[in-house]
């Protein structure tokens, strides 16, 4: 017989004050001016955390001022920490560099985890982004069995991703989700840490149409909410559920519990990275209203010859906005994007090539591929033992209030412009390849 020992994780962007508006007719009446409001708030906030007693809670917000984060609120922190200290367990915060205004918290029961490194990723990029990462490893074993009890290890991470005012910022949003794929894959590697899964929890700021979201399910992540609810990639099941109205007042599904488990396939970092921004390439031509024609005849720009040289290529990409932001792409990135354009090495590309890897690719394609003979729902006798890992399925996902699961705001939901997702991962065994 074998018992298991369930896992349940809880991301919520807690509205800051300083936005949530009191009254419609006045809109400078903000939750901020008075104490009373933003604390009784803050305290249903945290009693629903606590009634939902998750294992590991992962929390965003916004500032509540321009000159002070959320985290630097002494009385705001103190009601957080003191409440889920006294419930018993152990946080972290991180606020924004620069005193921009995001602020992160994660915290972990103390009788489900212990915490083995915990690291802060500062990006200092456009906005000033952050993110936490904590390696921990369970206190009681996950699964029991008759011959092996496991102490698993995982790796969450926690963030908030810059919002998209506009599509020039598709690839600063990008390039924070690569270098935290990257932090991820750089501390496995130095640490020489078995496979084990990874939880990314947050508020990405993006939708499942989004360049992110293909980007992560290029690289094996499920979305566990959409996992639990057997909702697919396709455009019918983008809008199935929502779970933020935004300060334009439109509603969205941005909040994500994403999981990867040691069996699932993975491409190479960069190639997955390379093939993201080849289609944001793509998509800001076809938002220009170029066909595939006038889109070869920009990026080949005063070529004289019928091909893309490497000039005319970098000076589309800085037109595009690629390479003009701040934080946007630099002469090395630019210049590995040219080399996997130019599939030939001849140094040019031309429309064959264009077509290939930039217009008619569809990037965007995963293979949901498990690797070696086992999987999630279980494998052969004979596959368990020499490659096997620790890994999670998807029991459960609620978003709060109901409403939000059928893509819908109630007006009367007054927690925050954000639906809080649990998930619960049950324990399971699987085999996998190191291909």
């Known amino acids: 017989m074998i018992s298991e ?112 490194n915990y690291r802060e990723l500062l990006f200092n990029d456009f906005g000033d982004r952050v993110a936490q990462l904590l390696h921990v490893e369970s206190v009681v074993p996950l699964l029991q069995g008759p011959n092996s009890n496991i102490h698993a290890q995982i790796i969450i991470v926690n963030t908030h991703l810059l919002f998209p005012h506009d599509s020039s910022l598709c690839i600063v949003r990008l390039q924070q989700v690569y270098k935290i794929l990257l932090y991820i894959e750089t501390y496995q590697k130095e640490h020489n840490l078995s496979p084990m899964p990874i939880v990314l929890c947050g508020d990405w700021n993006g939708s499942k149409r989004g360049h992110v979201y293909k980007f992560l399910r290029s690289q094996g992540f499920v979305s566990s909410y959409d996992t639990a609810h057997h909702y697919t990639d396709s455009d019918a099941d983008c809008h199935k559920w929502v779970s933020h109205r935004n300060h334009r007042g439109n509603i969205c599904g941005v909040d994500f519990i994403w999981l990867l488990n040691p069996n699932m396939y993975r491409k190479p970092l960069r190639t997955s990275w390379s093939e993201a921004v080849f289609g944001i390439i793509k998509y800001l031509l076809q938002a220009a209203s170029l066909t595939n024609d006038d889109a070869f005849a920009f990026l080949k720009a005063d070529s004289l010859g019928d091909y893309i040289t490497y000039s005319g290529f970098c000076r589309a990409l800085h037109q595009l906005g690629i390479t003009s932001q701040p934080d946007g792409l630099g002469p090395e990135d630019a210049k590995d994007l040219w080399f996997q354009a130019d599939i030939d090495g001849n140094g040019v590309v031309n429309y064959e090539e264009f077509m290939k890897l930039i217009w008619s690719r569809k990037w965007s394609e995963h293979p949901n591929q498990i690797l070696g003979p086992g999987n999630e729902r279980g494998g052969s006798a004979t596959s368990i033992g020499k490659h096997q890992a620790f890994g999670f399925s998807v029991k459960d996902a609620v978003l709060f209030p109901p409403e939000v699961e059928k893509g819908m705001w109630p007006e009367d939901y007054s927690l925050s412009d954000h639906a809080p997702l649990t998930v619960v991962f049950s324990p399971v065994r699987m085999s996998y390849s190191q291909s």
């Open 5 to 116: 020992r369930c896992v349940s994780c809880t991301t919520f962007n807690i509205f800051a004050p300083i936005y949530k508006r009191l009254g419609e007719k006045d809109q400078s009446c903000r939750e901020s001016q008075y104490r009373a409001y933003w604390q009784s708030r803050n305290q249903s906030i945290i009693d629903r955390l606590l009634g939902d007693r998750s294992s590991i809670i992962c929390l965003q917000a916004r500032s509540l001022s321009l000159l002070e984060v959320w985290l630097g609120n002494e009385e705001l922190v103190g009601m957080y920490e003191k409440r889920l200290g006294d419930a018993g367990y152990i946080s972290f915060k991180l606020a924004r560099t620069n005193n921009r205004g995001d602020g992160l918290l994660t915290a972990v029961r103390r009788d489900h985890f212990r915490i083995i």
